[in-house]
């Protein structure tokens, strides 16, 4: 059983920056990718960002490049998603998630990943 747990959203202004966490737990790590998604109410879920474990190996989504930037702590089992210059856009619920496998790049299709966690809020008020 793999648990993830996200935390850090928030109301900010645009402009203003948030770090969301996602502290996993539950089965060893190995060889996998984390990575976050968002949707917005109406919308679907949308890639952000990815990051595979063992390598480091990063991938964004066009929308966020240059703003956003995900990371990895091994020894916490914890991944990061700093979000600088947040835009009114960027408003959504903010979901961290697991792929498990080796894979040489991180995947940006939501349905390729295993574990998800509840989600975090991220309001970006104009």
């Known amino acids: 059983q793999v648990q993830l747990v996200e935390s850090g959203g928030g109301l900010v202004q645009a402009g203003g920056s948030l770090r969301l966490s996602c502290a996993a737990s539950?089965?060893?790590?190995?060889?996998?990718?984390m990575g976050w998604f968002r949707q917005a109410p109406g919308k679907e879920r949308e890639f952000v960002a990815a990051i595979t474990w063992t390598t480091g190996r990063t991938s964004y989504a066009d929308s966020v490049k240059g703003r956003f930037t995900i990371s990895r702590d091994n020894a916490k089992n914890t991944v990061y998603l700093q979000m600088n210059s947040l835009k009114p856009e960027d408003t959504a619920s903010y979901y961290c998630?697991?792929?498990?496998?080796?894979?040489?790049?991180?995947?940006?299709?939501?349905?390729?990943?295993?574990?998800w966690g509840q989600g975090t809020q991220v309001t970006v008020s104009s």
């Open positions: 539950g089965r060893a790590f190995s060889s996998n990718t």
């Open positions: 998630a697991r792929r498990d496998g080796s894979y040489f790049y991180p995947s940006d299709q939501w349905r390729e990943y295993d574990y």
